[in-house]
């Protein structure tokens, strides 16, 4: 089993930069890829980046790709997401998952573990 823990969200206005993080413990060897995803009311949980372990290939959400960066600290077992440049369509409660799946998955079923949420608000 591995537990998360997303931090890093809030409130801001449209054109700034946020970094949210996600740390992870228990079976940290079977992760074979870590995700975020975000999630409004009434709407799917919608793909926006994913990271491999350990080899660090990056998969973005065409709505996100050149805005955020995803990234990992294998030392620290935290993954983060670097988002810059957000605007209003961004807003949502952003989830990180993992996975021991063998093949990356852009869809939240793909998972098997998943943090309780941040909740990101860009206003303007």
């Known amino acids: 089993q591995v537990q998360l823990v997303e931090s890093g969200g809030g409130l801001v206005q449209a054109g700034a930069s946020l970094r949210l993080s996600c740390r992870t413990s228990?079976?940290?060897?079977?992760?074979?890829?870590t995700g975020w995803f975000r999630q409004t009311p009434g709407k799917e949980r919608e793909f926006v980046a994913a990271?491999?372990?350990?080899?660090?290939?990056?998969y973005y959400a065409d709505s996100v790709r050149g805005r955020f960066t995803i990234s990992r600290d294998g030392a620290e077992n935290t993954m983060y997401l670097d988002m810059n440049s957000l605007k209003s369509d961004d807003t949502g409660v952003y989830y990180c998952?993992?996975?021991?799946?063998?093949?990356?998955?852009?869809?939240?079923?793909?998972?098997?573990?998943w943090g309780q949420g941040t909740q990101v608000t860009v206003s303007g």
């Open positions: 998952g993992a996975s021991i799946r063998n093949t990356v998955a852009t869809i939240a079923r793909g998972y098997d573990s």
């Open positions: 990271i491999t372990w350990p080899a660090d290939s990056t």
């Open positions: 228990g079976r940290i060897s079977s992760i074979y890829h």
